[in-house]
């Protein structure tokens, strides 16, 4: 595959809420040699809102983002939001495989989409294309000692089987490539676990009783952190953390960190570089001086 | 045919297939937050009684997660049936029977289409308001604004996107 035919799609949340993400998964790029370029002028994929009201436009936002995409001539579109990753795939998948629907959707959007375009989910992206040999190489801060549950959440795997990169009821990819780091991982049942998405804002108490199954598993576990790769699942589990622990009795702080931030810190980066300021629950004190003196 | 009458033939054709094993209902992490189990929600479409189902609550608690359309044995689109029920009721004028979700995702389809991109903390603001809450999440608002995580300014439009959602725009304020 060609490297300049392949481009970051960052979505919504990674411009603000969770641009620590972006800010990572730039810094890793960059120790991994990897060129970081986004696809221009993308528009929001909709999420879960516009599909509940109106499905049509649902498709026509990642038709449009898909056309974007191909006409900048980018094959490979990586998308780290597990949401945007699911949305975008569907409409490759749905699009790929109707021909009347995809000529539909070109002429009523005005776009033409000829359906070359690879959505890939950042996960598939580090391991199948840079490959767990390169992130290994990268290592200089091996992560020893440190126990990580990967959480995966809902729409990472869920897409259909024939675009599936890795199993859905139990996914590896994160957590293969978290021993590449060094660390150590667990094996729990609530990997692809719902953290209640959008229900955190609209019914809080829904959202926050199934976070609170997630953090309970994990902390009885004994895990030092939990690590994501969607920026929804690390919003739920980090932002209201001390409530939720106070409600389910969850003795220990439980940092939630993504995938990247950890790959950073394995690869020597400053945590400044990695965007750890915007964590609400911090990593461990133990921890902390292991990997953030030096910077 | 009609619109509703296509819907209800695609819906036939999908819910049918349903032989309620009920993997969808037991895999389900919000079902008891629901007033109608998911299975009998595909059982009573697949009986021809949408009717029944237009007007309940599981439709908007759904989390869209897809945990039970991974387990479907016959490979059911089960979320996208909710969201296709959703449409429906409001096309046939039914209140959604959770508003306070359907004004969240009323909210943030406006927002989208504004400028392309979505602005959290107007979604935020917005949400409330319509509530009328405007303590809602209250505690949320000054702690991710002072970790820079909420914006004030607004994203900018994505170039061209006004001019090219106003062809679809009869449609979505349906």
Known sequence: MNIDEIAIYPGCSLETSSSHYLQSIRTVFSVLQIPFREIVDWNCCGATSVKSIDQHLNLLLSHKNLALAEKQGIRELVVPCASCYFRLTGAEYELNNNEKLLEQINSESDLPYRGEVRVRNILDFFVNVAGLELIKKNVKNPLNGLTVACYYGCLNTRVPLEKAFDTREYPMSMDNIVKALGAGVVNWSYKTDCCGASLFVTVGSIAEKLVGKVLKDASLRGVDCITVSCPMCQTNLDTKQGSVRKKYSIDHPLPVTFITQLMGLAFGCSPGDLGFGKNFVSLGTEFKARFFSSS | MTELQKMKRE?????????????????????????????????????????????????????SCYACAVKC??????????????????????????????????????????????????????????????????????????????????????????????????????
Not at chain 2, 18 to 25: D, I, L, N, R
Not at chain 2, 119 to 140: D, Q, T, V
Not at chain 2, 142 to 169: A, D, T, Y
């Open chain 2, 73 to 174: 044995p016959n490979d059911i689109d089960i979320p996208g049936i909710m969201n296709r029920i959703k449409e429906m009721a409001r096309e046939n004028g039914i209140k959604p029977k959770r508003n306070d979700i359907y004004k969240f995702h009323k909210t943030f389809t406006e927002d989208v289409l504004r400028r392309g991109k979505v602005h959290e903390f107007r979604i935020m603001m917005e949400y409330n308001m319509r509530l009328g809450k405007p303590f809602k999440n209250a505690m949320l608002g000054p702690k991710m604004l002072l970790k820079n995580k909420l914006h004030f300014r607004p994203p900018k439009e994505v170039k061209g996107f006004r001019k090219w959602i106003k062809k679809f725009n009869q449609k979505t304020e349906k």
């Open chain 2, 11 to 63: 819906l036939y054709r999908e819910t049918s297939l349903c032989y309620q094993c009920g993997k969808c209902s037991s895999g389900c992490p919000v079902v008891e937050e629901m007033d109608i189990f998911p299975h009998l929600i595909i059982h009573l479409v697949s009986l021809g009684m949408e009717d029944q189902v237009l007007n309940n609550e599981t439709p908007w608690i759904c989390a």
